[in-house]
């Protein structure tokens, strides 16, 4: 589950296996959406993006589901490694360019 | 080779002192960006420059000012600081203006201020 205050929402994943990372977003006039990787220390990384008019889109290990009906976005990776702890932010773009970050999911990989 | 450099990484600084923070890219986009990302991880937009003419400016306080020199330049020039601008603030840049925010965007290391 999810809490609130200081502590982000973490999500621990043993090393190998897939990870699902949520967002909700919350404009639904927005049409573009971005993942983003931090990884501790520095800045924000874009992983992946997609448009509105998609419902699926991968990329290398990453795939970005979205969910317009309930205005979700999922972020899946496969065969998690240590390589890929970090906090990942969903960032919505809506068509008048307002952008919204996600409030981060921090991912731990278990050894 | 840095594509989106900011100095300095830290700064501790007193209230009401005015302090600078610079930002380069060497990637030859046009368009640059200041966010803040605060003690929770929550990151947002404060300001974008496309070719050193400013397009967003959200609802920062007035202390606040960015400078464009040129293209590859975006400074953030703060004023009478106080304790609630302690932060992470992080410049980045992207390429494509007509897309603006729908592309994707390269950030620096960030700089944390601490006012203290």
């Known amino acids: 589950g999810e809490s609130v205050g200081l502590h982000l929402p973490t999500l621990s994943v043993q090393e190998g296996d897939n990870s699902i990372i949520n967002c909700a977003y919350s404009?639904?006039?927005?049409?573009?959406f971005i993942w983003y990787k931090q990884e501790s220390g520095k800045g924000p990384q874009f992983i992946i993006d997609?448009?509105?008019?998609?419902d699926k889109r991968q990329g290398q290990r990453v795939t970005v589901l979205l969910n317009k009906t309930v205005k979700h976005l999922s972020l899946q990776i496969a065969a998690t490694q240590p390589g890929d702890s970090a906090v990942y932010f969903c960032a919505e773009i809506s068509r008048d360019d307002k952008i919204i970050f996600g409030k981060g999911t921090r991912l731990h990989i278990l050894p | 080779d840095t594509a989106v450099s900011q100095t300095p990484k830290y700064l501790v600084t007193q209230m009401g002192n005015d302090k600078s923070i610079k930002c380069e890219q060497n990637l030859g986009h046009d368009t640059m960006y200041w966010y803040k990302q605060d003690s929770k991880k929550f990151l947002k937009i404060m300001f974008s420059?496309?070719?050193?003419?400013?397009?967003i400016n959200e609802t920062v306080p007035n202390r606040f000012s960015p400078k464009s020199p040129d293209k590859a330049h975006l400074n953030l020039h703060i004023n009478s600081l106080e304790l609630g601008d302690s932060a992470v603030y992080f410049c980045a840049s992207s390429q494509d203006s007509r897309r603006f925010l729908k592309t994707e965007a390269f950030f620096g290391q960030g700089t944390r201020l601490t006012v203290v």
């Open positions: 404009n639904s006039a927005s049409d573009y």
């Open positions: 997609i448009r509105s008019n998609m």
């Open positions: 420059y496309n070719n050193k003419e400013l397009i």
